[in-house]
């Protein structure tokens, strides 16, 4: 009877054993998972950061080369009159 006692103890400690650490590689892996999404997620937010700027900075330069074409074209209209 103590033998079967004993025995049991011991299933049930090897079940709760190889429970626990299926439980730890499936957390490695989540934790894995995790890190990919956040460089992933890190990496989209500097690329449309990039594009962002890159798009501002051409259209202060569109801005820039319109007002100074029409200074120009002022000027040169003025000196007409």
């Known amino acids: 009877m103590k033998d079967e006692a004993s025995d049991e103890i011991q299933k049930n400690l090897s079940a709760i054993m ?4 299926r439980q730890d ?5 989540l934790v894995m998972k995790l890190e ?11 690329k449309r950061d990039q594009l ?3 798009s501002l ?4 330069e ?9 200074r120009f074209f002022n000027w040169f209209g ?3 009159l």
């Open 78 to 80: 003025n000196d007409k």
């Open 57 to 60: 900075k051409a259209s202060q």
């Open 18 to 21: 190889e429970r626990l650490e």
């Open 36 to 46: 990919e999404q956040q460089h992933y997620i890190k990496e989209s937010l500097n």
């Open 62 to 70: 569109a801005k820039k080369a319109e007002v100074k074409k029409k």
């Open 52 to 54: 962002l700027l890159e």
């Open 25 to 29: 590689q499936f957390n490695q892996a």
